[in-house]
């Protein structure tokens, strides 16, 4: 659980301090006197006496770096110290959780269980005034997840808002998810088939699948025009022209989320990863204080439309392109999201701390953020241009058409695409960019 970070027991405090705070507001909004946190429990498989991987409440990892103890729960009262109810079952089956150790334990109370009925007796009794966030297979007894609004919007709201200690997570995730990626490209170098980068990828990371944030992405050739491809096919293809991967890493319950392309010659697609790139850069020195994401997103399209009429895809201007939904049938899904305890973490719609949504631009359902950019917020940058033949047929049948150069975007549909993308936080001067700083330092 401990991990020799030499700012955790500095770090730690004040992120509790500030949780405290956040939740005491809430609950006054909630008109409750405890919050009340379920880990979670593990979900059998349908018919089988098997689990899915489990995956903790983010919640309950918000306030300490557990995330492999289902059954437990966490008490918060304001005014009092929050209380660790922890089960470790006895259980000579499975692998049970260690003894709570390390930096954070104590600032908790905590109390060992052994079954997860157990919990009941340690839960406040009136639970009509505990707001109690989790799912509802964690119930116990009568206290049964109830998921308050006002509090989960308020709560939500403001974990866009990282601490030092969060940034601190986040920072030692990025440098895993580098190195790993470093090994990945490694294997592509040498030859090696999807599934084989993917093992490459896992133990440089020395996580497994299920420790992963989310599913691998490793894409040869054609098949970096899937987004979310995870096929991971075992032999390699005849000819290697490219290789997209968007893969990540998990540190204390916060994740990284990286992608990067790459080009088996120097040829016309290197050429354009290199001003993929480029263009990238430039999105993510706009990570700034008042920076609307939905408008950083916009000028996104503006400028990847320059690269297809630069590099001989489109004749037509660049506000026509985007106009037109042209530059959509190339760069498809929005420019980020925002990044913490989830890799696509919540409020990125949000209005306020009392709710209400912010509306996507006109043309864009995939963007995942729409809030104004401010101090403390960590979003990812992955602006893409790709070879999608389901979108490339819908474009052929509209009159823009006739601006495409067809001949051109044919010769790269073997290539699939490319995307690049960085992980950023917003500061009150110049954004810190966790992912190529992770990878200097590697």
Request: net charge negative; aromatic share 10%; glycine share 6%.
């Amino acid at each position: 659980m401990d991990h020799p970070h030499p700012d955790l027991h500095r770090l730690y405090p004040p992120h509790i301090a500030t949780l405290q705070a956040r939740t005491a507001a809430a609950l006054e909004r909630a008109g409750c006197d405890h919050l009340l946190i379920a880990a979670g429990r593990a979900h059998a498989q349908f018919l089988d006496d098997r689990d899915y991987p489990f995956c903790a409440n983010p919640h309950f990892k918000h306030w300490l770096p557990v995330t492999k103890a289902p059954g437990s729960w966490l008490v918060i009262t304001p005014g009092r110290r929050p209380k660790l109810v922890y089960l470790q079952p006895r259980d000579y089956w499975h692998v049970v959780p260690e003894a709570p150790a390390g930096y954070w334990v104590e600032h908790f109370d905590i109390a060992i269980i052994r079954d997860a009925e157990a919990a009941r007796a340690h839960l406040p009794k009136n639970t009509a005034r505990c707001a109690i966030l989790g799912e509802t297979n964690a119930a116990v007894g009568d206290a049964a997840p109830n998921n308050p609004q006002a509090v989960i919007d308020y709560l939500h709201y403001q974990r866009s808002y990282k601490t030092p200690y969060e940034l601190a997570m986040m920072r030692v995730a990025s440098k895993i998810g580098a190195r790993a990626h470093r090994a990945a490209e490694a294997a592509f170098r040498a030859g090696e088939a999807e599934f084989g980068i993917h093992i490459a990828y896992m133990a440089a990371a020395m996580q497994s699948d299920d420790d992963l944030p989310y599913s691998n992405i490793i894409a040869l050739n054609e098949h970096a025009a899937v987004l979310h491809y995870t096929g991971h096919q075992h032999a390699p293809p005849a000819h290697i022209e490219s290789f997209l991967i968007d893969a990540g890493a998990s540190f204390h319950g916060y994740a990284a989320d990286i992608t990067r392309t790459y080009a088996t010659s120097d040829g016309e697609f290197h050429a354009l990863i290199a001003a993929l790139e480029q263009a990238q850069r430039g999105f993510c020195a706009q990570v700034r204080a008042k920076q609307s994401y939905p408008e950083l997103h916009i000028h996104a399209h503006h400028v990847l439309a320059g690269l297809l009429k630069e590099h001989g895809f489109i004749r037509m201007s660049e506000e026509i392109a985007v106009e037109s939904g042209v530059s959509s049938a190339f760069f498809p899904h929005g420019l980020g999201h925002p990044l913490g305890l989830q890799v696509h973490d919540v409020a990125g719609f949000q209005a306020s701390d009392r709710g209400g949504t912010l509306a996507r631009p006109p043309g864009h359902p995939y963007l995942r953020m729409t809030r104004t950019l401010e101090p403390g917020m960590v979003v990812t940058i992955e602006p893409g241009l790709y070879f999608i033949d389901m979108l490339l047929a819908e474009l052929k049948a509209k009159s823009a058409a006739k601006d495409v150069d067809w001949n051109r975007v044919d010769a790269f549909r073997k290539y699939g695409g490319i995307r690049i993308e960085d992980n950023v936080v917003c500061t009150q001067a110049e954004p810190e960019n966790l992912t190529r700083d992770a990878f200097e330092a590697v």
